[in-house]
């Protein structure tokens, strides 16, 4: 018996990085997955985002766990694509049980430097994403009328601010009212709704030549391990980073009824960033 038995998924953000990891953890647990992402370059984001070739790629892994996968290209800054994807994906898997809002960008400028672009775009991805993805999803789960979850992938930076990261943080700091909200609008139809807050994560987001700018300034040369002391002075625990299954186990978790009574939750795997003195 899987967690997850008997549950469709639909996670944004799913081709690579978190999103392809909740996918296949969720996939192992039981989960059928409704997979959407972007493939499309944004002006403003600093590395290489995600093709179809890596939404197939997470498909396949999903399809080797033993599960069934709906795979679509969607913009989240486009509620209709949003809405048709999930329809798709509705219409063969039979049902929508677990909202995982993970599709997110990252970039980095002081606000004498940044441009009204970057920080637009930003909030249209970051924040506007999230809500675009709840708009498209709880009509589905409130007609079915037999609960469901909703996760939200904040950040630490949605609990405390960073310098160069203004927009991020807003946008991160954001979809925690977002949640707070909707945890209170739909609890009485059972359904939950959480925000997990993960340090630094290490996928394509932060494996970039613009973050080594930021976190290895003066290295000559650098490679992403030079990072490494930046990151780690941030957190209590002695480590850089986490992984990408760090936070899907938490995905897991909040999505399973092991956590039929939570909600409203902003679950920290954060390393003990936000409570280091």
Known sequence: MGRLDGKVA????????????????????GADVIAVDIDDQLETVPYELSTTSDLEETARLVQEAGRRVVIRKADVRS????????????????RLDAVVANAGIWSYDALVDMTEQ????????????????????????LEQGQGGTITIISSAAGRKGLP?????????????????????????????VNTIHPCAVR??????????????????????????DAFR????????????????????YLSSDESRYVTGV????DAGQNEKP
């Open 233 to 252: 002075r941030l957190n209590l625990l002695p480590i850089p980073w986490v992984e990408p299954i760090d936070i899907s186990h938490a995905v897991v």
């Open 164 to 192: 160069s990261l203004s927009h991020y943080s807003t946008a991160k700091h954001a979809v925690v009212g977002l949640m707070r909200s909707l945890a209170n609008e739909l609890a009485p139809h059972s359904i939950r």
């Open 10 to 29: 639909f996670i944004t953000g799913a081709a690579r990085g978190q999103g392809r990891s909740h996918a296949v953890r969720m996939a192992e647990e």
């Open 203 to 228: 996928t394509k987001m932060i494996q970039n030549d613009a973050l080594l700018e930021l976190f290895a300034p003066g290295v000559e040369n650098p490679v992403f391990e030079d990072a490494g």
């Open 79 to 94: 509620l209709e694509q949003l809405e048709a994807a999930l329809e798709a994906g509705v219409a063969e898997l039979g």
């Open 118 to 141: 970057k920080y637009l775009e930003m909030i249209d991805v970051n924040q506007n994403g999230v809500f675009r993805t709840c708009k498209a999803a709880v009509p589905r789960l």
């Open 266 to 269: 902003s679950l920290s795997i």
